[in-house]
Structure formats: structure tokens, C-alpha cells
């Protein structure tokens, strides 16, 4: 069989099974014969898909360094060491192995979490061939092969159906059809989509019930599956917003570096200064301006907040991923086990005389109502009996999610499951649209009792009369059975009807199947997948926050807005622009899909491909995305999205392979703890941004104002490097310990436009670095004036530096909010930092053996009351500027 005849054989959908046989060159009976087969998975390769060639240790180190600052670091560590500065250069490359090394274990860290999380399983798959049955890996099938299908199994690859019997499969992992979808051999249109081709099993997808047979039409990267997979690999990562601001920021950050170092050695050569030594000064205004500390303190910042979000139950698998999380204005959210439970769960019980809502656990009226009302218990009967599923030990249902609603119902409410002994059964049918079952000592007159269950319509048919409350019957009035039903069905809840007949002999099944003997009925039983009971306030939080949260499902149009409803996604009827479907996605062009998906809340019945449309959409119109999902057909749209959250229980491997963030509860509620988070860290990014950019560049402006004015540098290039590395581990990185400020969840999201360098930013660091030139100025110049050594006045100099940081430190724990307010002890990190700091000054200052290294020398009492003067006066003035801060951050948050 050629490649295009493989092509051509996975729409067969829409031809008779016996063309299907043909075209596939096997037989109906025989299958194909074993030489074949081996022909086939020779020329066609096993039937699995292509694997991710995941980097190998080495690849992932050097990632690391990936990086704009680093790069700048990397330059001046070399120009460094060929100016013969060791000590210097160390240093710097200390930084950068540093980050990288950080980088490095987290990442490692985060993908051994994912594995824990992974079940490999391994299937096995039935097949026919030379007319003999054989059990064969999945890896094995090729087109045209025969496989058995059977409750249980897992769909080894896709399958035109040429035989079933009552088979359902659970779909939900490729479509989002959250409910078993029935399956029958039959021809379907061409152009159906691939949700609604019921004579069609896919790869990947289970067997709930039934059994059946197809043959294989595709196989590995040729399956639905494999179609997702490669829109998976063609799906565009991009970089994160703290990424390209990162990058913008560096970029300017270097121009300005560089520009200043140009300007100081022109001048200085200008005013007749050597060349060599000029060059010197250059470098040290170079290696002084750039916060050498940033990488290493964004890294650290984003670990930490990996580790937040790991105790509160989401597994980071790419660092970046925390703060844009943290950034993210829409989340697209997945329904069945998101937002929902993924289970389905008896909601209310009704009969012709009353209605009982019942829950997961039912209060103890709830059951007196029960057992008070006959209609009602005999509904929980029938349910519980007229059955073939099953509960194991810990309390989970084995088959059918609607019959194993039913099973869990009746065990809360006291009916024992198939607690009535069967004698015969007439299985469920897609034409009989009901199940019948016979059981001996019924409890009633005649003792025994036939009991069913279906779909209402189909099981009011069957009936002439109603069960009373006190288990008499009466006449049936089917239309409030028919207008209850509907009105439980616009809810989104899943109806079926049950109904009995007493004094049930031998032949009464077969009298019910004819028709020949009238039911009565009994109530109806309303099931849904209920919300997670964390859902609704989750959602509301993100709306707060000013997220907009979006569902988007593969499931149908009702259930969804019933849902949505009930999370608060949809405060109305749900009509109109609110809800939308993936035809009427794919239906709109380009120019006008974007506001459409603006203004919808839910997307109903959505394909893998109109998903990565949505998610493009939103982000043309500059939202950063996050998108949650646990399915292979999430997966094209996990990779695009700004950041990926794939469920850690649920999620196929496919999913969690495509999501950045990974989480091990499946609950939309840790999505907004982790946003929670995000948000912190890049608040915390910020604060050491707005701390270390306005003494890098004070730094490097102390230099150039020297040269400008033709006097002696107040700091060298070697007490510069003291300072920058000092005081970003002691001081800096303690920033990154800082807890979340009150009210971080009821600002709206930072614009994604806004540059880390916006205006106040900007007049920050050029207030903070001009109280830093002129306050360490002033005491340099002061000590020289009182016949001070060169030695002293720079000691003094660094000191004013070093002092005025701490105390700035403590005022950028919060960027607007007053110095008083933010307290003392909230972060105890910033005061084990002061201390240490102190301690590093102290030996700076007093060690000879340091002050033979650095060119320092001890200062008496009075110098350093001078210097708390300056620190003091600094705090008073960037105090001051916080009102001009909290006017602007009315309109926007840095």
C-alpha cells in the first residue's frame, strides 16, 4: 500500500466499510496476513509519535546564559582580564557562572517534577490477522490491520468502526466532549467534523463501553493525534514579556554605559590626561553602571517564586513562565476538570410529587425526604440496579460516568448498588435509547421487579401510570414530566428517566421490549459535572485582578454556558457575542476574529486548530495569554499561548509536555494563587530594578564627574566592583525574600506595552544617583579639605555609597506606599542582609589586610556621622518622591 494510499484511507469515513476494506488492501475475516504487516511497519515505522529530543545537560547550562546582561557581563569580564584587572574579572564571571549554575538546577528540578508526574503506560492492542486473534504491542499496528475493541481499552490508533455493540468512548482528551460518545459503523458526510464522526475511533481515546471492531486507517504522526503533535511543533514560542522587557532594557542600559564611557575618555584625553589611564577610568565607569547583580537577582526572584507556587500546588517548568503568569491580562480556560470536577454528579432527584437536590454529601433531611416519598426511593432504586457499573473499595466508579453517578447517589442516600439480585438484563441501545433489568425480591407485591432507565422521552413512552409518594400508582401526565425535564436540560444537566413494573415473571422482559406490558414511572435523575467548589471565587478574584477569564471547550454549546453561569463567566442569558462556536470562529476572517474573541466569554464545540486561532487573536490585540488545558487537542495552544498550564492528574503527556507551568491539582483555583504569585515576583524584580539602577549609575557617574572637573577618582575601579557585588548579595537579593503587598489582586494587570524603564523609573534613578554624586561629593571633598589621606576620603566615599543603599533598601519595599508603613520585620531577610553588610564594611574599614587590598583606611566617628547624615537626608527626599509616585501609579503600576 503507497503513501498516498494512506492518505487517502484516513477519510474513510464517508465510505461504506466494505470500500474501506479495499482500499486498505486487508480482508474483513482474515485481517492481514502476517508477512504484510511486516511489510507495512517497515515501510510505514512503528505507531508512535515522533519524540521531543529534549536538550541534554550541556545544552541547558549554556541556555542559561542566554541572556542580554550577561552578554554585557561576559564583554566586560574579557576586557577586564586583558587589563590584566584579576580580582575584577574574577568577580564578574563569578556572577555569570552564578546564573547559570541557578538556572541550570531549577530547570533541571522542575523537569524531574514533571516525570514524578508521568504514568508510562504501555498498550497493548488485539488484533486479527491470517484469521487468527494476537495481542501485539500498539507500536506494532499498521494500515489495514483488524483490531477488537473492548470496555477498558485504550484506542491503539485510528480506527474506521466496521462492527460495535452499545460501544461509547471517552473522546474527551482529543475533543473536549466531556460525556461517552456512542459509536456505530455507519457512513457520515465528508466534511463532518472530527468530534461528530461516530463510525470513527481515535488513537489515544477510551473505551468506556460496548465492544466493537475497525480497521486501521492511520497510524504515529499520520493519527488526529499526530496532527495536533504537529500542530504542536509549528506552533510559535515566543519570548516572555519579562523577557523582550529585559531585552529592551539591557539594550538601553548598554547604550548609555557605553556612551558614557566614550564621553569620559574623550574628555579625559581632551584635558590632556594618558590615554592607558584614561582607558582605565572608562572600564570602571562601565563596570560600575552595569548592575552586575541583576541576572542573578532576576533568577533568584523567579526560583523563589517557583518555589511559592510549588507548595501551592503548580510545577514551573520554564523560570520565565512565574512572572508571566504574574502578567497575564486573559486566561483561556479549559472546562471539564478546570473548572469543573471531571465527574458526573446526581444533582437532583424528581418525581410527579416532588424534587430533592442532593450533593456529594446530602444532608440528613435530604435523605428522610427520600425515604418518605416511594416515587423518589424507587428512582434511587432503579438507578442504583438497572446498572453495569461498578464501585471499587476507595469509592471510585469503574465504567459509564452517568451510571457511576447514579451508583454514588444511591450509596449517599442509603440504597445499596445492585443490592437486588439480577435475573436478566436488556442492555442499553442507541435505538432503544433505554436499559431494562429483572431482579428477584423486588420488595413488592409479586416480588419480582423489572427496573429502567433512560432517556425520557424514549422511557415515558413506556409508561401508562406515575408512582405516588405513598408507592401507589396513578395516571401519568407526561407533560410536567416533559417541562421538568427541559427545564433540568437548559441547566446544562444531563436527565434520564426511570420507571418500574411489578410482579414481574419470567417473560417480562420480553413483555416490556414488545410493548406489550405498560411502566410506570418513578422520577428523573439530573447529573452533572459540577463546578469545582473553588471555581466561582477564583474566577471572580481573576476579574478583580482584571483578567479577563475565558472558557474555551470542546464541549457543547449548553452544557458550557451552564457552567459559565454557574463559575459567574456569564452574568445574563449567555447569548449574543457572549458565547460563541469554533464554526462561527473559523467562519470570521482575519480583521474581524479579533473582536470577537474580545468580546466572548465561552467557546463552544472548539478544534485543536480554532483554539490556536483564539489564543493568535488575543494576543494581535496585545494580551498577554495564559492557556490551560489537559487534552492532546489543548496542546498546539498550550505551546502559543503566552504561558501554558497543563492539568498534572488529567493532562495527557502531550499537554504537560506543551505547557510551561504544570499543575498537580487540576484546580483553576491554584491558577489564580499562581498568578498571585507571579505578580509578586515582578514586583519584586521591579523593586531591585528601582534599587540597583540608581547605584550602578551613580557609580559610574562619580567616575565621570571626576574627570569632568580634573580631580582625583573619590572610588577606584576595585572598590566600585567591592560595592556592586557586596551590596547586591547582602542588600539586593534580599529583595527577593520580600512578601506580597496587600492588595496585589485587586490591581488591574500591568499593561504589557509599559517598559520596565517608564517615567518614574527613570526620575527615580536620576534622583537617587544625583543624591549619590552629591552626597558622596561632599564627603570626599570634606575629608579632603580637613587634610584627610586619599585613603580615608575614598573609604568615606564607598561608605556614603554602601550606607545610603541600605537605607534605600529598606524604602523600596514598597515603591509607593510610605517607608513607616511597610514595618521592620515583615521581611527579616533584609535585616539579616543589613547585618551582614555591616560586618563586610566593618572589615573594608578596619582590616589591614583589606585595606592593603582595596586602598582603604579606618574613619573615626565623625566621618561616619556625616555619612548617616547624607543616608538620611536621602530617605527624606526619596520619601518625598513617593507622592509623585502614587500619582502615578493611580493610572499604571510600574
Known amino acids: 500500500m503507497g503513501a498516498g494510499t494512506v492518505d487517502e484511507a484516513r477519510t474513510v469515513h464517508d465510505l461504506p466499510a466494505e470500500e474501506a476494506w479495499l482500499l486498505l488492501g486487508s480482508d474483513p475475516r482474515q485481517g492481514l496476513r502476517g508477512d504484510e504487516a511486516r511489510d507495512r511497519l517497515a515501510r510505514h515505522g512503528p505507531n508512535r509519535l515522533p519524540r521531543a529530543v529534549s536538550a541534554g545537560p550541556v545544552r541547558r547550562l549554556l541556555r542559561q546564559l542566554h541572556h542580554p546582561l550577561v552578554y554585557v557581563l561576559v564583554v566586560s569580564g574579557f576586557v577586564t582580564l586583558a587589563l590584566r584587572e584579576l580580582v575584577d574579572s574574577a568577580v564578574i564571571f563569578g556572577v555569570v557562572v552564578l546564573n547559570a549554575v541557578i538556572g541550570f538546577v531549577q530547570e533541571s528540578k522542575a523537569d ?8 508510562m503506560v504501555h498498550t497493548r492492542a488485539r488484533v486479527v490477522r491470517d484469521g487468527l486473534r494476537h495481542e501485539v504491542a500498539s507500536e506494532e499496528l499498521v494500515p489495514g490491520d483488524l483490531v477488537l475493541l473492548e470496555a477498558g481499552d485504550k484506542v491503539p490508533a485510528d480506527l474506521r468502526l466496521v462492527d460495535s455493540s452499545e460501544l461509547r468512548l471517552d473522546e474527551s482528551a482529543l475533543t473536549g466532549e466531556s460525556l461517552p460518545v456512542p459509536k456505530r459503523p455507519g457512513v457520515v458526510e465528508r466534511r463532518t467534523p472530527v468530534a461528530d464522526r461516530s463510525n470513527m475511533a481515535w488513537s489515544g481515546t477510551l473505551v468506556v463501553a460496548g465492544t466493537g471492531s475497525g480497521v486501521v486507517v492511520a497510524t504515529g504522526a499520520g493519527t488526529e493525534v499526530g496532527e495536533i503533535h504537529r500542530l504542536v511543533g509549528g506552533a510559535e514560542v515566543l519570548a516572555t514579556p519579562l523577557s523582550r522587557k529585559l531585552a529592551v532594557f539591557s539594550a538601553w542600559l548598554t547604550g548609555v554605559v557605553l556612551a558614557l564611557a566614550v564621553l569620559t575618555f574623550a574628555v579625559g584625553v581632551a584635558r590632556g590626561e594618558a590615554g592607558a589611564e584614561m582607558f582605565t577610568a572608562a572600564v570602571a565607569l562601565a563596570v560600575g553602571a552595569i548592575p552586575e547583580g541583576l541576572p542573578a537577582a532576576v533568577t533568584i526572584t523567579l526560583a523563589i517564586g517557583v518555589s511559592r507556587m510549588a507548595r501551592r500546588g503548580a510545577v514551573v517548568r520554564r523560570l520565565p513562565a512565574v512572572e508571566t503568569l504574574g502578567g497575564a491580562t486573559v486566561i483561556c480556560s479549559d472546562k471539564t476538570g478546570t473548572l469543573t470536577q471531571n465527574r458526573m454528579s446526581v444533582r437532583l432527584l424528581w418525581s410527579p410529587s416532588s424534587e430533592v437536590e442532593v450533593g456529594d454529601r446530602p444532608e440528613p433531611g435530604t435523605l428522610a425526604a427520600v425515604r418518605d416519598d416511594q416515587a423518589l426511593w424507587w428512582c434511587l432504586l432503579a438507578g442504583a440496579n438497572c446498572n453495569d457499573a461498578a464501585l471499587t473499595e476507595a469509592g471510585q466508579g469503574v465504567g459509564d460516568p452517568t451510571e457511576t453517578a447514579m451508583l454514588l447517589v444511591a450509596r449517599h442516600l442509603g440504597a445499596a448498588p445492585h443490592a437486588l439480585p439480577r435475573l436478566g438484563s436488556v442492555p442499553f441501545s442507541s435505538e432503544r435509547q433505554y436499559m431494562a433489568t429483572r431482579h428477584a425480591d423486588g420488595g413488592r407485591p409479586g416480588s419480582d421487579v423489572v427496573l429502567v432507565k433512560g432517556g425520557v422521552e424514549r422511557v415515558l413512552a413506556l409508561c401508562s401510570q406515575q408512582l405516588g409518594p405513598d408507592g401507589a400508582p396513578a395516571p401519568l401526565a407526561a407533560e410536567p414530566v416533559l417541562a421538568a425535564a427541559h427545564a433540568l436540560a437548559a441547566q446544562g444537566m444531563r436527565v434520564l428517566a426511570t420507571a418500574l413494573l411489578d410482579d414481574a415473571g419470567p417473560d417480562a422482559l420480553e413483555d416490556v421490549v414488545a410493548g406489550r406490558r405498560p411502566l410506570v414511572l418513578t422520577g428523573l435523575q439530573a447529573m452533572l459535572d459540577p463546578p469545582r467548589d473553588t471555581a466561582a471565587a477564583a474566577v471572580r478574584s481573576c476579574r478583580e485582578a482584571g483578567i479577563e477569564v475565558k472558557m474555551i471547550t470542546g464541549d457543547h454549546a449548553g452544557t458550557a454556558v451552564s457552567v459559565a ?38 467557546f463552544a464545540r472548539v478544534s485543536p486548530g480554532q483554539k490556536l486561532r483564539i489564543v493568535e487573536a488575543l494576543q494581535a490585540r496585545r494580551h498577554v495569554v495564559a492557556m490551560t488545558g489537559d487534552g492532546v487537542n489543548d496542546a498546539p495552544a498550550l505551546k502559543r499561548a503566552d504561558v501554558g498550564v497543563a492539568m498534572g492528574r488529567s493532562g495527557t503527556e502531550v499537554a504537560k509536555d506543551a505547557g510551561d507551568v504544570v499543575l498537580t491539582d487540576d484546580d483553576f483555583a491554584t491558577i489564580e494563587a499562581a498568578v498571585e504569585e507571579g505578580r509578586g515576583v515582578f514586583d519584586n524584580i521591579t523593586k531591585f530594578i ?36 557586596t551590596t547586591a548579595v547582602a542588600l539586593g537579593l534580599m529583595l527577593a525574600f520580600e512578601p506580597k503587598e496587600d492588595g496585589i489582586m485587586t490591581r488591574p494587570p500591568r499593561d504589557p506595552r509599559r517598559s520596565l524603564l517608564s517615567a518614574p523609573v527613570v526620575l527615580r534613578t536620576l534622583l537617587v544617583s544625583a543624591l549619590l554624586v552629591v552626597g558622596s561629593r561632599w564627603v570626599f571633598d570634606h575629608e579632603l579639605a580637613q587634610g584627610a589621606s586619599l585613603e580615608v576620603s575614598r573609604t568615606a566615599a564607598i561608605n556614603v555609597f554602601v550606607t545610603v543603599e541600605a537605607f534605600y533598601l529598606f524604602s523600596c519595599r514598597s515603591l509607593v506606599r510610605p517607608l513607616w508603613r511597610s514595618g521592620l520585620l515583615g521581611n527579616r531577610w533584609l535585616l539579616v542582609g543589613v547585618a551582614v553588610q555591616v560586618v563586610l564594611q566593618a572589615a573594608l ?27 538620611v537626608a536621602a530617605t527624606v527626599v526619596v520619601e518625598l518622591d513617593k507622592l509623585r509616585w502614587r500619582r502615578s501609579a493611580a493610572t499604571a503600576r510600574p
Not at 568 to 574: E, R, T, V
Not at 699 to 723: F, K, M, N, Y
Not at 850 to 866: C, E, K
Open 112 to 119: 524531574a517534577a514533571l516525570e514524578a508526574l508521568r504514568s
Open 565 to 602: 453561569r454557574q463559575v459567574g463567566l456569564l452574568d445574563g442569558d449567555g447569548d449574543g457575542d457572549a458565547v460563541l462556536s469554533g464554526a462561527e470562529v473559523e467562519a470570521l476572517d482575519d480583521g474581524l476574529v479579533g473582536e470577537a474573541v474580545e468580546r466572548a466569554s465561552v
Open 690 to 725: 528601582v534599587w540597583t539602577l540608581p547605584t550602578n549609575m551613580g557609580e559610574g557617574l562619580v567616575i565621570l564627574v571626576a574627570i569632568l572637573l580634573g580631580t582625583s577618582l573619590p572610588i577606584l575601579p576595585t572598590q566600585i566592583l567591592w560595592i556592586n557585588m
Open 845 to 871: 574599614t578596619y582590616l589591614p589586610a583589606m585595606n592593603a587590598l582595596f586602598h582603604t583606611a579606618p574613619i573615626d566617628a565623625g566621618v561616619w556621622l556625616r555619612i548617616v547624615l547624607v543616608a
